[in-house]
């Protein structure tokens, strides 16, 4: 055998090497940038971490806000505060977030489903200051700050992020499951309601509590249109309303270090906060998957 | 789902099947020079066709040849598609279903249909049968009208200790078979089946053509299917569509309908003849 087939050696010969090497170097560096994309993550919450772990306790939590160059207090009243507005903005973004997607992927013709698309990647690509500007301009300006005002400014943050979500997975529900809806003499609205939504219903989900993430932690739409508040347990929409991003601005301004350990503190209450939303996200998604394929 | 037959392999073996009486062949579709165009593409020229009560009649011809368009008019499921449009008369009991004023979520809820690859819900067993007679108002003995489907659909046996079980966990037979279900809870008069079984294996295959000769005592079924004994094994009259190349362009067109012995024993055109015999297609 060997004699007839004296090059047969399954080793391969120069260009084969070159080729493993090559996918080796490829290999190693798309798994540097992974390793490098989850250790900015791991830096960032590391660093907030040590920065904000002496401060942190239950109190922190619980209680009322310090005042003027008092040690201890809390942020019990931002965190009311940022759940409210984050709320408003929700009850805002998610309908209309999710009536745009349907409109766009189900009844919309093709030409101004494209037009509204562009409209609503433009919107997201908004800065947020802009945000800020126009909503104060709207509501604020010959009035006065609210809830209602930063609630609108932050739903304008979610809106695109909801529609966009809820967008990409109508599109994942299969064709052939409208087309069996519609065989049935059941009309269209029905069909979305009924067999359309459903399906759709984890993505949507996911999409809202990620877009709820990112609004929690968006500043510059909070400070046009809800910054100058009392320091105390506030749940009156109508007026402005203490929260987490905008106090964290202001502690980070001061001049007193009390306040520098406060801004960290409630920097890691936010990170946990969009850390846990994002998690709760995923698991519920992969719940409705499972839920769906079983 | 006990005793299987497996699909004969020569296509002119015809099964024995009853004469229709006189009053069941009235008929439920008359189709008047229907031609049907996708854009400028016209996929099928002039087709003239009667379909008959209670009778399985049986679309066949090469890919192409317009078979699945030719169904779809008659529930108005190109409705869909954005560039269809037509000439020509479907009239449904003398009804034109293109006709001014005619609602075709009306259309598709008495005429079902039955797709080629299983689109079951993903939703429990039950609530895909229970879903369009809920939302279509039948909710009354709603328990019943489900069970009665899936007995029409021969699945009950097999499914009733799982009914809250999701219907993806089905096999692929059996998904069919849900969706003939479906389609039969809401008490239509006509079934259309585009190539029920071709997605199937022949045990799942012979099972859907048995459900077919019982569903024939209440439906007036249309099928579509690119399998030649398929159609010889269950319709009554088959319909034989091909391909028609002129100066004009490509179009579908009905070659010949008959009773289906004739067609498989006794064509009278020629370019029948050659399919059926496998010289063409």
């Known amino acids: 055998m060997s004699a007839v087939q004296p090059a047969l050696t399954m080793r391969g010969d120069s260009r084969v090497r070159r080729r493993r090497i090559v996918n080796r170097l490829a290999e190693s560096a798309a798994t540097i940038a992974a390793l490098a994309a989850v250790a900015v993550l791991g830096i960032v919450i590391f660093s907030v971490a040590k920065r904000a772990g002496g401060e942190l306790s239950w109190g922190f939590l619980t209680e009322d806000l310090p005042t003027f160059g008092q040690t201890g207090g809390g942020i019990a009243p931002l965190i009311v505060g940022s759940g409210i507005l984050v709320g408003i903005a929700t009850a805002i973004a998610l309908p209309l977030g999710v009536l745009t997607a349907l409109f766009l992927s189900e009844f919309a013709p093709r030409r101004l489903s494209a037009a509204i698309q562009l409209t609503i990647d433009l919107m997201n690509g908004l800065p947020s200051v802009i945000i800020g500007i126009f909503a104060f301009g709207l509501l604020v300006y010959g009035h006065t700050q609210s809830a209602y005002a930063g609630g609108f400014a932050l739903s304008i943050v979610m809106l695109p992020l909801i529609a966009r979500s809820t967008q990409e997975v109508l599109r994942l529900v299969p064709r052939s499951q409208r087309e069996g809806a519609l065989a049935l003499g059941v009309s269209r609205w029905r069909i979305v309601v009924g067999i359309v939504l459903p399906s759709a219903l984890g993505g949507i989900l996911t999409g809202t509590v990620l877009a709820i993430a990112r609004a929690a932690g968006e500043t510059a739409p909070l400070l046009f249109t809800t910054s100058i508040f009392v320091n105390q347990l506030t749940t009156d929409p109508r007026h402005a309303m203490p929260n987490i991003p905008v106090q964290i601005f202001i502690w980070s301004e001061s001049a007193d270090p009390e306040d520098h350990k406060r801004a960290w503190a409630s920097a890691l209450v936010l990170i946990v906060f969009v850390l846990l939303t994002s998690l709760l996200a995923r698991l519920a998604l992969a719940r409705t998957r499972r839920k769906l394929s079983r | ?281």
């Open chain 2, 1 to 281: 789902m006990t005793q299987v037959t497996m699909p004969p392999m020569r296509p002119v073996d015809v099964a024995e099947r009853r004469e229709a009486s006189p009053e069941t062949r009235e008929p439920v579709f008359e189709i008047r020079g229907l031609t049907a165009r996708y854009g400028t593409n016209v996929a099928i020229k002039d087709v003239n066709l009667e379909i008959s009560r209670n009778l399985i009649t049986a679309v066949i011809g090469p890919s192409g040849c317009g078979k699945s368009t030719f169904i779809r008019c008659l529930n108005r499921m190109n409705d869909e598609i954005g560039s269809f449009d037509h000439d020509g008369q479907i009239l449904y009991h003398g009804i034109d279903l293109y006709g001014d004023g005619v609602d075709p979520v009306e259309v598709r809820r008495r005429i079902g249909m039955v797709f080629q690859k299983p689109n079951p819900f993903p939703k429990t067993i039950y609530d895909n049968v229970a879903w369009a007679p809920r939302v279509l108002g039948l909710k009354q003995g709603l328990d019943e009208r489900v069970e009665r489907a899936l007995k029409g659909a021969a699945l009950w046996d097999e499914v009733k200790d799982r009914l809250k079980r999701s219907a993806l966990s089905l096999s692929g037979g059996q998904q069919q078979r849900l969706c003939i279900a479906r389609a039969i809870a809401i008490e239509p008069e006509v079934l259309l089946l585009d190539e029920p079984a071709s997605a199937l294996d022949p045990i799942a295959t012979a099972s859907i053509e048995e459900l077919m000769h019982s569903l024939k005592e209440d439906y007036t079924l249309v099928i579509v299917t690119h399998n030649m004994q398929q159609a010889a094994r269950v319709a009554d009259r088959t319909a034989f569509f091909s391909l028609d190349v002129d100066e004009s362009g490509r179009a579908g067109v009905l070659v010949e309908y008959d009773e289906t012995t004739k067609i498989f024993t006794a064509p009278s055109d020629k370019r029948t003849e050659d399919y059926v015999t496998g010289r063409f297609g």
